[in-house]
């Protein structure tokens, strides 16, 4: 007997001491993937942890490896050269009379076996290209650095909307709540009421009736908050399982932003700067078609070894000689001009393009700037009207609930009451929610985010 129970103590410290360390691994776990994160925050999260913009600042890596291409084009091009060739019967040369003999005759002269080793230098001295394609590769630079500039912007708008959303869900939910208790109090009173029989029986199925909806309504804003939480950790690329907290509220100073600013230049955008750097590669390469119409002018070298003899015997050095020589090449087109004359007409087509886009990408711009200001004017309008009716509306309900309570007020006209602060609740929330997407969208049309 003390045997077994010694097993069994044994057996119960076991599976208590397992059962406190998965409590103590569970605990740790919930620590390491618990976030909690303001918008700002937020935002530099999800441009760290997004593949897609690591994959796209490669190609600003890629422009730059253009550049050091173009200029590695002047150095020297250095190159081995080979020829072997063994011939068992050599050609026969024709020796007129007189030369060798009275009579002409057709002699084999060479050795069978030749062979050549040698190193070809050429180095280019003029070619305008050179120097055109490098200036387009660093403008290209450019440009890969505006378009990443571009995508991160619109991540940090789909992260900024989203976080936002999350806060007016969450106040939507708190809203609903605290309208479920009302008409849970409401049920109550109404149950209390029935019992004594002073309201007939389906004014208080009704009120039962409003309290069952109100419950239902709660558990959709619970879900639609969730969806919207579920959305954040996807646009900061985070896993699903983290316990995430915003830390900012919707009257929180961070999602306030600079407001409206005196500086409404429409070349801080990232789109008219692409198109200003388009304008320029366009320019540049159309003189780079030019130039190759230009004549180009190279040095080239050589130096060898050559072998001959009747055999392969390379080992022989006594046939081995060298020799070498070196010039200048130059290169004059003839017929370059017929040519690129279509490619400069097709160049120049482009380029018109670009700055009729150009003109008109300036004048969305502006209209933008002045459409997000006018809703950011309005947005802030709203927001200060519904705040005061909310404010009102609160009183109202306060005064008639105090009525119901001692009997002078109807239940359904208190309920009337109810829907005006639910309403007046929403219409605030929502002018609060309508500023701050109408400021981000005001700060992106002048280039500030």
């Given at each position: 007997?003390?045997?077994?129970?010694?097993?069994?103590?044994?057996?119960?410290?076991?599976?208590?001491?397992?059962?406190?360390?998965?409590?103590?691994?569970?605990?740790?776990?919930?620590?390491?993937?618990?976030?909690?994160?303001?918008?700002?925050?937020?935002?530099?999260?999800?441009?760290?942890?997004?593949?897609?913009?690591?994959?796209?600042?490669?190609?600003?890596?890629?422009?730059?490896?253009?550049?050091?291409?173009?200029?590695?084009?002047?150095?020297?091009?250095?190159?081995?050269?080979?020829?072997?060739?063994?011939?068992?019967?050599?050609?026969?040369?024709?020796?007129?009379?007189?030369?060798?003999?009275?009579?002409?005759?057709?002699?084999?002269?060479?050795?069978?076996?030749?062979?050549?080793?040698?190193?070809?230098?050429?180095?280019?001295?003029?070619?305008?290209?050179?120097?055109?394609?490098?200036?387009?590769?660093?403008?290209?630079?450019?440009?890969?650095?505006?378009?990443?500039?571009q995508d991160e912007n619109t991540i940090k708008e789909n992260i900024a909307f989203a976080y936002l959303n999350v806060l007016l869900k969450d106040l939507q939910a708190k809203i609903t709540a605290d309208e479920e208790q009302r008409y849970k109090e409401y049920a109550e009173i109404a149950s209390g009421k029935y019992k004594l029989g002073t309201i007939i029986e389906n004014d208080y199925l009704k009120a039962k009736l409003d309290y069952e909806n109100a419950k239902v309504e709660t558990q959709k804003a619970q879900q639609n908050y969730?969806?919207?939480?579920?959305?954040?950790?996807?646009?900061?690329?985070?896993?699903?399982?983290?316990?995430?907290?915003?830390?900012?509220?919707?009257?929180?100073?961070?999602?306030?932003?600079?407001?409206?600013?005196?500086?409404?230049?429409?070349?801080?955008?990232?789109?008219?700067?692409?198109?200003?750097?388009?304008?320029?590669?366009?320019?540049?390469?159309?003189?780079?078609?030019?130039?190759?119409?230009?004549?180009?002018?190279?040095?080239?070298?050589?130096?060898?070894?050559?072998?001959?003899?009747?055999?392969?015997?390379?080992?022989?050095?006594?046939?081995?000689?060298?020799?070498?020589?070196?010039?200048?090449?130059?290169?004059?087109?003839?017929?370059?001009?017929?040519?690129?004359?279509?490619?400069?007409?097709?160049?120049?087509?482009?380029?018109?393009?670009?700055?009729?886009?150009?003109?008109?990408?300036?004048?969305?711009?502006?209209?933008?700037?002045?459409?997000?200001?006018?809703?950011?004017?309005?947005?802030?309008?709203?927001?200060?009207?519904?705040?005061?009716?909310?404010?009102?509306?609160?009183?109202?309900?306060?005064?008639?609930?105090?009525?119901?309570?001692?009997?002078?007020?109807?239940?359904?006209?208190?309920?009337?009451?109810?829907?005006?602060?639910?309403?007046?609740?929403?219409?605030?929330?929502?002018?609060?929610?309508?500023?701050?997407?109408?400021?981000?969208?005001?700060?992106?049309?002048?280039?500030?985010?």
């Amino acid at each position: 007997m003390n045997i077994a129970l010694k097993e069994k103590i044994s057996v119960k410290r076991v599976v208590a001491i397992l059962l406190l360390l998965t409590i103590h691994a569970k605990a740790q776990q919930q620590n390491v993937s618990s976030l909690s994160l303001g918008i700002q925050q937020a935002i530099d999260m999800g441009l760290k942890n997004r593949f897609d913009v690591q994959s796209r600042r490669f190609n600003v890596g890629l422009s730059n490896s253009e550049v050091s291409k173009t200029k590695k084009e002047w150095i020297p091009e250095i190159s081995g050269v080979g020829n072997m060739r063994y011939s068992p019967q050599l050609q026969g040369t024709y020796v007129p009379a007189h030369f060798f003999s009275p009579d002409a005759m057709v002699i084999a002269l060479g050795a069978k076996s030749l062979a050549v080793f040698g190193l070809d230098l050429n180095q280019a001295i003029f070619r305008p290209g050179i120097t055109t394609d490098t200036k387009i590769a660093k403008r290209n630079v450019a440009l890969s650095e505006e378009r990443v500039k571009q995508d991160e912007n619109t991540i940090k708008e789909n992260i900024a909307f989203a976080y936002l959303n999350v806060l007016l869900k969450d106040l939507q939910a708190k809203i609903t709540a605290d309208e479920e208790q009302r008409y849970k109090e409401y049920a109550e009173i109404a149950s209390g009421k029935y019992k004594l029989g002073t309201i007939i029986e389906n004014d208080y199925l009704k009120a039962k009736l409003d309290y069952e909806n109100a419950k239902v309504e709660t558990q959709k804003a619970q879900q639609n908050y969730a969806l919207a939480l579920d959305n954040v950790k996807y646009q900061i690329n985070v896993p699903a399982e983290t316990q995430l907290v915003l830390t900012d509220t919707l009257n929180s100073q961070n999602l306030t932003l600079n407001g409206l600013s005196s500086k409404t230049d429409a070349n801080n955008r990232t789109e008219i700067k692409q198109l200003q750097i388009q304008q320029e590669i366009n320019k540049m390469q159309i003189n780079k078609t030019k130039q190759n119409a230009l004549p180009s002018l190279s040095f080239y070298a050589n130096y060898s070894q050559q072998f001959t003899y009747t055999n392969l015997d390379y080992s022989l050095k006594q046939w081995w000689t060298p020799f070498n020589y070196m010039g200048l090449r130059l290169n004059v087109p003839i017929t370059s001009n017929f040519k690129n004359a279509s490619s400069i007409h097709e160049q120049k087509i482009k380029a018109m393009q670009t700055d009729l886009n150009l003109k008109q990408k300036i004048s969305d711009v502006n209209y933008e700037i002045q459409k997000t200001t006018t809703e950011l004017n309005n947005s802030q309008q709203n927001m200060q009207i519904t705040k005061s009716n909310y404010n009102l509306s609160k009183q109202i309900y306060e005064n008639q609930k105090q009525q119901q309570q001692v009997g002078s007020l109807q239940y359904t006209q208190l309920l009337e009451t109810n829907r005006s602060l639910n309403m007046a609740e929403q219409n605030y929330i929502k002018a609060v929610y309508d500023y701050l997407l109408s400021n981000i969208n005001y700060q992106k049309a002048i280039g500030n985010f």
